[in-house]
Structures are given as structure tokens and as C-alpha cells.
């Protein structure tokens, strides 16, 4: 049967990997003539390790600043400042060295400087909504190179999440210049990443590619790609479970968590899993990390009627041929002892019809490929995952 589709290349220009961080980083920062480097980093990686500091002594002159202040879930408050130092740095390049917090608000410091955002307020008018699929960003003339420590692979889009905490809601903004220019990916980075963090940012990088496969949008490449990233992080979970100390399955991850980023990159849409998600972490405070462990099964579970062929490929890519995708997903977190329910991870039936509201001012809502037209039909989702 002929199929209609497009793919677009993003503006992302390389994904480094085989190399230590510290070379890598340096290599790219002469290439782009860059003079002065500002890194946003992880504090367990800059406090707990020598990575960080290997990092700024490759750089040498170069390096004009560090911060290693970025809360989880990437606020408003933490974004404005850190423009605001950057940009009294001088920084003609920004580095994202942590997860995906990190990455996040790397991104929303670009725009903060091209615009001279240095107050919260500053924001508004600019985040993405089911109305206005961009915000009217200018191009930044200061860009940004990512080097990840977990992998939720954020760092391969152009969007950010960032919370206003004033409002317990977190927001998309997006610009197609605030995706890096480079992505390091280097096992070394991940080693101090708490196994809890590490497998649950691992499950998000699967959403990326299961909601791609599923999606209302689909396209012939994202589809092989994704395939192979659910099957590099399905072996590279499990491995990295049994053995944390295992280099090559960990490269493993890093390549699934990129190559399952593939929708994203080519602005396929997602749907439910990502909207919610979204929600359980701005408004009730659920670690971004755990949001796919609990909602994935239920939101396979309600797109059944859309996505049935699809989900038949996602089932074999998770080592399950002929098995219930959403039983085979939530096969896969009990094995890797994440939680499995909205319960254990704090959210009860109460917050439900908020959750609701919420996740219908997202963009994923609208694409979710088994329509959602209503708060209700998002209750519906919940339930399923209480």
C-alpha cells in the first residue's frame, strides 16, 4: 500500500561519540571559534566528580563560567538568571553537561539572551500552545552543544519544558535554533547517574520513539529508526540493570535514547503520554523520569483502536513478538523495578480532573492518534494508570 509522509532534517549538526567529553568539547569549540564558554552542568557531576573539572581545564581560556544550579523541572526563576550571567559572561557558546533539566534550560537561556529576558515575566507570550505551534523567538545568535548524563534525550529537539512555579505549570517553548549544534555522547558521564534516574530517563527515551511509531503523523524513516532505538534500549536497560558498571551497554542507551529520538527530530507529533507526562511533572510535582513508567500502558492501552499495526512493531522491538504492546511495556518497568502506577508515585484520584484541564492546553493532546476531546477523556487515561 502507498503511504504519504515527509521528513525534516533538523538543525542539528553532529552526534559525536568514541571520544572523552573534554576532547570532544574542545575540538568543537575550536571549530566553532568559540571564545567564550559558558556550562550549565549537573551539581552531583561538578560536587561529587572530576568530570566537570576535566571539562573547564580542556577548554582553557575558553571557559568563561560554570553553573551548577539548575532545579528539576527547569524553572523560570533558575532560567532568567542564569541568561543573565551569561550574558554578563559574554558567552559566545553554552554547554548543557547533566540531564535533562539541564539540557532544558540551556535551551530557554539562548532565547532569554537574545532577548534580554532576565525577569520571569519576560517569558510569557512566548510559550508554545495548541494555537501557536512556535513562539516568535528570534534566532539566537548564541548557541548551544549537549553533553548528556542520562537519557530522556531532550537534547535531540528544539523544544524545552520549563515550570512556572507561580502557576504549577509547565510550558513548551521552542525555536528550531535552540536545538544543539552537537550532541557528545560519552558512557564515561553516565556513570554517576542514580540507577533509578538512569532507567526511568531510559523508559522516557522509549516514549519518544513508541509515540513516534504510533503517531497521528507517521514516516517511513522515523519508524525503522525508532525501532532500533527501542531495541538498543530494551538490551541496554536490561544489561546495564544487571551489570551498572557495563561501558558498552551504556553506549547502547546513549545510541538508543539518540536513535528513538528520531520523531521528535523530524517534529513528528506526539501524543497522550508526552501531554500528560508533561503535567505529572509541573503540576504534581512527579519526577519527569517516572512519568513514562506509569502512563506508557495506559495510553498504549486507550490508542489500541488507532495503533494496532503499529503497536504490533512496537511489541517486537520491545522482545515481545505477538504479545500486547501495552503488556509487554509494562512487562519491561517490572522488571526493571520502576514504579508501575500513579499511586506509587504520589498522585491520586483527586488531582485527576486537574490533570485533565491541564494536559488539554498541550500541543500532544490535539495529536494523540485515538482522539481526546475532552478532560474526561483524559480521566479516562488516569484511571487506567491508578
Known amino acids: 500500500m502507498l503511504v504519504a509522509g515527509a521528513y525534516q532534517y533538523p538543525t542539528m549538526e553532529s552526534v559525536i561519540y568514541g571520544k572523552p567529553a573534554a576532547e570532544a568539547l574542545r575540538e568543537e569549540a575550536e571549530?566553532?571559534?568559540?571564545?567564550?564558554?559558558?556550562?550549565?552542568?549537573?551539581?552531583?557531576?561538578n560536587s561529587k566528580t572530576d568530570e566537570i573539572e576535566k571539562i573547564?581545564?580542556?577548554?582553557?581560556?575558553?571557559?568563561?563560567?560554570?553553573?551548577?544550579?539548575?532545579?528539576?523541572?527547569?524553572?523560570r526563576e533558575a532560567v532568567v538568571q542564569i541568561a543573565k550571567r551569561a550574558t554578563e559572561a559574554k558567552a559566545d557558546l553554552v554547554v548543557a553537561i547533566g540531564g535533562g533539566s539541564v539540557v532544558d534550560a540551556a535551551k530557554i537561556v539562548l532565547m532569554c539572551m537574545e532577548h534580554e529576558i532576565f525577569e520571569q515575566d519576560g517569558l510569557d507570550g512566548f510559550e508554545t500552545t495548541p494555537e501557536r505551534r512556535f513562539g516568535q523567538f528570534r534566532t539566537p545568535k548564541v548557541r548551544m552543544i549537549a553533553?548528556?548524563?542520562?537519557?530522556?534525550?531532550?537534547?535531540?529537539?528544539?523544544?524545552?519544558?520549563?515550570?512556572?512555579?507561580?502557576?504549577?505549570?509547565?510550558?513548551?517553548f521552542n525555536h528550531p535554533m535552540m536545538m544543539p549544534r552537537s550532541i557528545i555522547l560519552d558512557p564515561a558521564m553516565t556513570r554517576y547517574t542514580p540507577e533509578k534516574l538512569w532507567l526511568g530517563s531510559g523508559t522516557r527515551a522509549m516514549d519518544?520513539?513508541?509515540?513516534?511509531?504510533?503517531?497521528?503523523?507517521?514516516?517511513?524513516?522515523?519508524?525503522?529508526?525508532?525501532?532500533?532505538?527501542?531495541?538498543?534500549?530494551?538490551?541496554?536497560?536490561?544489561?546495564?540493570?544487571?551489570d551498572p558498571d557495563d561501558a558498552a551497554a551504556r553506549l547502547s542507551c546513549q545510541l538508543g535514547s539518540w536513535l528513538s529520538a528520531f520523531g521528535l527530530q523530524a517534529r513528528v507529533p506526539m501524543g497522550a503520554s508526552h501531554a500528560i507526562g508533561h503535567v505529572l511533572g509541573g503540576t504534581c510535582d512527579v519526577p519527569h523520569y517516572f512519568c513514562t513508567a506509569v502512563m506508557m500502558p495506559s495510553v498504549l492501552r486507550y490508542n489500541r483502536p488507532a495503533t494496532e499495526a503499529a503497536q504490533k512493531t512496537v511489541a517486537a522491538a520491545l522482545g515481545a513478538p505477538?504479545?500486547?504492546?501495552?503488556?509487554?511495556?509494562?512487562?519491561?518497568?517490572?522488571?526493571?523495578?520502576?514504579?508501575?502506577?500513579?499511586?506509587?508515585v504520589g498522585v491520586a484520584e483527586d488531582r485527576f480532573e486537574l490533570i485533565g484541564k491541564n494536559a488539554m492546553l498541550s500541543i500532544f493532546t490535539r495529536a494523540n492518534p485515538q482522539p481526546i476531546?475532552?478532560?474526561?477523556?483524559?480521566v479516562k487515561i488516569l484511571k487506567l494508570a491508578a
Open 322 to 344: 505477538g504479545r500486547d504492546a501495552s503488556e509487554a511495556f509494562a512487562g519491561f518497568i517490572a522488571e526493571l523495578g520502576l514504579p508501575r502506577t500513579l499511586a506509587e
Open 56 to 75: 573547564w581545564k580542556g577548554l582553557g581560556e575558553r571557559h568563561a563560567e560554570t553553573f551548577d544550579g539548575v532545579p528539576q523541572h527547569t524553572t
Open 147 to 172: 553533553i548528556p548524563s542520562t537519557l530522556s534525550g531532550g537534547e535531540y529537539n528544539s523544544g524545552a519544558l520549563v515550570t512556572d512555579t507561580r502557576r504549577k505549570l509547565k510550558q513548551i
Open 31 to 45: 571549530r566553532l571559534g568559540a571564545r567564550r564558554v559558558y556550562l550549565i552542568v549537573s551539581r552531583t557531576l
Open 208 to 242: 519518544h520513539g513508541i509515540e513516534a511509531i504510533c503517531s497521528s503523523r507517521p514516516n517511513v524513516l522515523v519508524d525503522a529508526v525508532c525501532q532500533q532505538g527501542l531495541r538498543y534500549l530494551h538490551d541496554g536497560l536490561g544489561r546495564t540493570k544487571r
Open 373 to 378: 476531546r475532552e478532560p474526561g477523556d483524559i
